[in-house]
């Protein structure tokens, strides 16, 4: 037997060549395929389990762009999309064998797999990341959580585990978001008053008719921790369910997560939550939706601030006691009062942000490595979308409610309970 296939793919990455060498196999047998960047010791597997419209079209595409990792695994409760995802990964290595795995489980326990990039609908996110870390992954996983006390929980589990993980989430890696937070935290339109956050109103969509389920989906598995319901066409389409409240927070917790967390960051509270919250919200009737279509929140900050979050055109404006800043659009145009304070340098370098950091997918990858910290830490998430679930829940019992950041509780008993939610537990038996 040749020697080196007495080593396994997890050693190699802990090892190196170093580690062949020293084990006594001569230099000469080592394959090519082992020596220099393309080796696979040095190559941080991945398995992608959701392939669908971001899962395939940034997740799987972004990281199939970086050298120091490779896809060797695709998972999906769609057959179709996992063969395209597979397609992609064989033709970008030019090679066959990427996994075509139909249920997680069966992905999060190979050995072979060193991390998990989870890009599934919202009710996924923290109940697959959980059995992931529980598994030993490192855990790349899409924003937000869907309640509360599952995000609380998560986040103490990775501390506990001392596990790897980041959240998919661009905004603090673009400029001109990091421009923005810069120029406020810096003092470059005096002390901060209000924030004025508008994010997209999402579609309307009709009731349909129920349908059989594809032969090609596993709908038990799709649905997981949601409640059992009927299939109908639309439903698994990620525009769809997003504004339905089992799987979603609607384009609050979707877009919110971008724009929430730029006002967090600039007013130095992106590890903290506001402490009061109030807002109305209207579902529109006979539809699919479940969430708010239209609605307007008023957040207050124990430092003063207030933040108003609207459905409307996505933009964010940040205004002080001597001017505004802001982004008009999706990561569109700089704006402000007056422009010469992007010029300008204000503030002391310990009132300065972050170096801008890489996109989140290279981000991941260094993280693993060692030395780096992750761009959205499993706290980070946390604390960024239990902001968007308080205007959910104020939304809901329809009155203004006190938060405590400290405790992670309310001034009030129904709006506790709205913390967390049962989950369904017999998917687990689904196989």
Same mark, same amino acid.
């Given at each position: ?10 050693? $190699?990455?802990?090892?190196? &060549? ?15 395929? $082992? ?24 997740? &799987?595409?972004?990281? &199939? ?16 999309? =996992? ?11 030019? *090679?066959?064998?990427? *996994? ?48 509360? *006390? ?6 103490? $589990? ?8 980041? @959240?998919? /989430? ?18 470059? +339109? ?6 004025? +956050?508008? /994010? ?44 339905? =409240? ?12 971008? /724009?929430?967390? !730029? ?10 939550? #506001? ?9 529109? #009737? ?46 569109? =145009? &700089? ?5 010469? +304070?992007?010029?300008?340098? @204000?503030?002391?370098? *310990?009132?300065? %942000? ?31 979308? !239990? !902001?968007?679930?308080?205007? %959910? ?6 009155? #203004? ?31």
């Amino acid at each position: 037997m040749n020697t080196s296939q007495n080593f396994s793919r997890r050693s $190699l990455l802990k090892s190196g &060549l170093g580690g062949i060498l020293a084990s006594g196999v001569a230099p000469q047998f080592i394959p090519a395929r $082992l020596l220099g960047a393309d080796a696979p010791s040095k190559k941080i597997t991945l398995g992608c389990i959701g392939v669908g419209k971001h899962g395939f079209g940034v997740n &799987l595409q972004s990281f &199939l762009q970086l050298d120091d990792c490779r896809v060797t695994a695709i998972c999906d409760t769609f057959k179709s999309r =996992r063969a395209r995802g597979i397609e992609a990964a064989d033709k970008k290595y030019a *090679a066959t064998g990427c *996994a075509d795995i139909a249920d997680f489980r069966e992905l999060l326990a190979r050995q072979d797999i060193d991390a998990a990039v989870i890009s599934t609908p919202d009710h996924w996110h923290i109940p697959m990341a959980t059995m992931a870390v529980e598994a030993g992954k490192h855990v790349f996983c899409e924003k937000p959580t869907l309640t509360i *006390a599952e995000g609380r929980a998560f986040a103490d $589990l990775v501390v506990k585990k001392q596990a790897v993980f980041a @959240t998919g /989430l661009e905004d603090r890696s673009l400029i001109k978001y990091h421009k923005l937070c810069q120029i406020v935290r810096g003092g470059g +339109i005096g002390q901060v008053q209000r924030i004025v +956050i508008k /994010l997209p109103k999402k579609p309307v969509f009709p009731k349909e008719a129920t349908a059989p389920v594809p032969a090609e989906l596993n709908f038990d598995l799709w649905l997981g921790p949601a409640p059992r319901r009927d299939y109908f066409p639309s439903l698994t389409h990620d525009q769809v369910w997003r504004q339905i =409240r089992d799987f979603s927070g609607g384009s609050l917790t979707d877009w919110g997560a971008h /724009l929430i967390d !730029t006002a967090q960051v600039a007013i130095r509270m992106e590890n903290s939550s #506001p402490v009061k919250v109030e807002g109305r919200g209207e579902i529109p #009737p006979d539809s699919v939706n479940t969430v708010p279509h239209t609605y307007h929140l008023t957040y207050t900050y124990e430092n003063g601030v207030v933040m108003e979050v609207s459905a409307d055109k996505p933009s964010i404006r940040v205004e002080g006691s001597d001017g505004w800043a802001g982004v008009e659009g999706w990561d569109g =145009r &700089l704006q402000a009062s007056d422009m010469d +304070i992007y010029r300008r340098q @204000t503030g002391s370098p *310990a009132d300065m %942000l972050w170096p801008l950091p890489k996109r989140e997918h290279p981000n991941f990858l260094e993280v693993i490595r060692g030395g780096k910290m992750p761009n959205y830490s499993a706290e980070a998430l946390h604390r960024l979308s !239990t !902001t968007m679930h308080l205007g %959910l829940i104020a939304m809901e019992l329809g009155k #203004p409610l006190r938060w405590d950041p400290q405790t992670e509780s309310f001034d009030n008993d129904q709006a506790n309970a709205l913390r967390s939610r049962v989950s369904r537990e017999d998917w687990k038996r689904v196989g």
